[in-house]
């Protein structure tokens, strides 16, 4: 089968859960015999070669470009990324079966849309976010965010095989006027799915993540300050980056917390899986996410999470409060702090209870068990 994968990020140039989970795609397709086209934005020097096995045909349907200013996206990379889907697709998209796409950043998945009737290729679009209007105008202002809402709705009353991560985001797609199936795609983790022995954990919170605002960082040093004066030598590291990371910084430093708080940026994988293995809990501090695959990630270590009560996070989808975590019912500090009090309270019980969660839920939430779904709705849509 022919599949173009549409997508303005490739790991591990850009880091992210959408990244690995089209790169892992399309490996995977590839493996299976499939031809596979990968369109993007360029983020490798033009003389290189981009990071992703011979197997997978990468095409750079626009330049290199910063996606972000400051702690937000960028308008004009999704336009230039959605005219180069256009033109490439004009000209090559009757060679291709299926066509699967990201919903975001939306004017590529229009393009599609717009190319479709006379390639004929089925469309299948993948919707990690659907944001709230209130959240539009929050990001972009009142008339910015009015144009976002209404270019999200254009996108969801598109034709196509859908699928979404999380309750939260699948039934905000169906209010937003998508009329055709939508499926429920649970599992985005490659890791092994052996149940782990729990292990008493050290007195550490661990935060890995991209440092942008929704993420709230300094929410979470804060926090870890609060909880450090019940819990008798508590620590924190702060993994990753982004354009919070000077906020992340000054944070630590207005608690004076230097000496028990770190922020060393990016790491590599190994550091932070060692540290997840040991550590009291994972810390979501944040407002917005699509998913939350940090979470799953600690589970598979017997780490509890501390997530927040947000109505736009879909990682509480993710914990069972009690179980493989906890639920903060509100984002201040101290509530937060009330949280990571309760995991260190619980002690071995709660790491047990949460290798218990991950073993029965591993087969759900397993990658391949999403790419097997992906792969047999390709079946039914091929032309």
């Not at 699928?163 to 092994?192: D, K, N, Q, V």
Request: hydrophobic letters at 45%.
């Amino acid at each position: 089968m022919r599949i173009c994968i549409v997508y303005d990020c490739l790991y591990p140039h850009t880091v992210g859960g959408a990244e690995r989970w089209y790169r892992n795609l399309a490996l995977r397709l590839a493996a299976e015999g499939h031809e596979v086209t990968y369109l993007t934005l360029r983020q490798w020097e033009r003389r290189e070669r981009p990071d992703i096995d011979p197997s997978v045909r990468v095409v750079a349907v626009g330049p290199r470009m910063d996606l972000y200013t400051g702690a937000r996206r960028r308008i004009l990379p999704p336009l230039v990324f959605g005219l180069g889907v256009l033109a490439h697709l004009l000209v090559h998209g009757r060679r291709y079966e299926v066509l699967h796409t990201c919903s975001f950043p939306y004017f590529s998945l229009l393009a599609a849309a717009a190319v479709r009737p006379f390639a004929r290729f089925r469309l299948v679009v993948d919707w990690f976010e659907v944001w709230s209007e209130e959240y539009w105008r929050s990001y972009l202002g009142g008339l910015g965010g009015m144009v976002g809402s209404l270019v999200q709705r254009l996108s969801a009353r598109v034709p196509q095989r859908a699928f979404c991560f999380s309750r939260l985001h699948a039934g905000r797609l169906r209010e937003e006027g998508l009329r055709g199936p939508i499926t429920l795609l649970r599992g985005l983790y490659a890791g092994a799915i052996e149940q782990v022995q729990p292990r008493p954990a050290d007195p550490l919170v661990l935060f890995a993540g991209r440092l942008i605002p929704e993420k709230r960082v300094t929410l979470g040093v804060a926090a870890v300050v609060r909880a450090r004066e019940r819990i008798e030598g508590l620590r924190g590291v702060f993994y990753g980056d982004g354009p919070e990371r000077e906020a992340l910084h000054a944070a630590i430093a207005a608690h004076h917390a230097g000496s028990y708080i770190e922020a060393p940026g990016f790491v590599s994988a190994d550091r932070v899986d060692r540290d997840m293995r040991r550590a009291l809990c994972v810390l979501l501090p944040s407002q917005r996410e699509g998913y939350g695959m940090v979470v799953i990630e600690a589970c598979a270590h017997a780490t509890p999470a501390v997530v927040i009560a947000a109505a736009d996070n879909a990682a509480t989808e993710l914990v069972s409060d009690g179980v493989n975590g906890v639920i903060a019912a509100g984002d201040a500090p101290d509530a937060i702090a009330d949280a990571i009090v309760r995991v260190h309270e619980a002690g071995l019980a709660i790491r047990e209870s949460t290798a218990r969660w991950f073993a029965e839920n591993a087969s759900q939430l397993s990658l391949e068990r999403s790419l097997a779904l992906v792969l047999d709705s390709y079946a039914g849509t091929a032309r």
